[in-house]
């Protein structure tokens, strides 16, 4: 039995915050201008009418998050997404890759493109996704226009990714909230911009080498508030300090294992990189609960996904950059 398991919503109550009632209310509440809890395959999100600067500002708001940090515009598909954005050759041949699913493009913005200045951050590029959850797409699907959906923590906090985990963040700020399960993949979307050279600008679940291999070398993400907002910002930090690298605990530490051995929170103890993943925040939370003097963690094999992963453990231990 794996209580982590991914839950696919499947199978439940269809009045519950999943059903067509649900969905229905979510995509009223988006033309309303209000914020609605959202799922996604990576983490939840806490979305908004990508056109509406009144839903944006809420957003911002609701985060308490910089607002020269601009937010992903999320759409149902690559023919809405095109409207939006300038799609070179690269940006096509990534998007049919690998959408819908955990890939973020920063594009160009198109000359009539509806998503608002403010969801930008006042910038000429616009970060574009396609979700891959069933209840995401719908939702998109349902309303036609572009949804920003920052993860739904408050700034500075580990990304929620579960529903009880994103209620807990933001759902007090939201008129709407739908319930999709464990996220599948547990990090954030993979974020590369196309702009000058193709940069990785996060690392996430759509790898570098699966990227290159279609594209070419990335360039690492320059130290830039124009090109790189989201470097600036502080992110991921539980309450406790972390203490990365650890073969172990220390007296008074909660320790986040990773490979063979009995632990309390153990991210995989077959070492796989996915499970890791997806346990990742969601330990960090649990974690942090009983309030240990730290939260050490176990070394992670960098290649793969364990270059997101270790992204988000170094800006959880406060090395940002
Ligand atoms: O997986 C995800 O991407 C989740 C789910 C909910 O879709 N969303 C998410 O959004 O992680 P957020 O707002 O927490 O992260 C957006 C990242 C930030 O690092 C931001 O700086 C960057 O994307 N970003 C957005 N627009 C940008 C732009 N025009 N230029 C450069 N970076 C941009
Ligand atoms: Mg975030």
């Known amino acids: 039995m794996d209580e982590h398991r991914p839950d696919t919503g499947q199978g439940r109550d269809p009045g519950g915050p999943h059903g067509e009632a649900a969905l229905a209310a979510a995509a009223q509440a988006l033309r309303d201008g209000g914020l609605v809890i959202l799922p996604t395959e990576t983490v939840y999100g806490l979305a908004g009418n990508a056109a509406d600067p009144a839903a944006v500002a809420a957003i911002f708001e609701a985060k308490g998050r910089p607002r020269f940090n601009p937010l992903i515009s999320h ?80 700034s500075g906090r580990p990304s929620p990714t579960t529903y009880a985990d994103a209620m807990e963040e933001t759902g007090d700020k939201a008129a709407a909230s739908l319930d999709g399960g464990a996220c599948e993949i547990g990090l954030e979307s993979t974020v590369v911009a196309l702009l000058d050279e193709p940069r990785l600008l996060r690392p996430g679940a759509v790898t570098r080498a699966q990227i290159e291999a279609l594209i070419g070398s990335l360039a690492e993400a320059q130290a830039d508030a124009k090109r790189s907002p989201g470097r600036l910002a502080r992110h991921y930090s539980p309450k406790a300090p972390v203490r990365l690298e650890a073969l172990g605990p220390e007296p008074g530490e909660a320790y986040l294992a990773f490979g063979p051995g009995v632990h309390r929170w153990n991210l995989s103890p077959s070492g796989d990189l996915r499970e890791a ?45």
């Open 75 to 154: 759409v149902a598909d690559l023919a809405t997404a095109e409207t939006l954005a300038v799609f070179d050759d690269r940006a096509r041949s990534l998007a049919e890759a690998f959408w819908p699913g955990p890939l973020t493009l920063v594009l160009p913005i198109a000359k009539d493109t509806v998503v608002c200045d403010l969801a930008r951050a006042g910038l000429d590029t616009v970060a574009l996704r396609v979700p891959a959850h069933p209840l995401a797409r719908a939702l998109l699907t349902a309303f036609g226009g572009p949804v920003v959906a920052p993860s739904a923590n408050r």
């Open 277 to 321: 993943a997806a346990n990742l925040f969601s330990y960090l939370r649990e974690a942090d609960r009983t309030d240990p003097r730290a939260i050490a963690v176990a070394p992670i094999p960098h290649e793969g996904l364990g270059e997101a992963i270790n992204d988000r453990l170094k800006r959880a231990a406060g090395f940002v950059g």
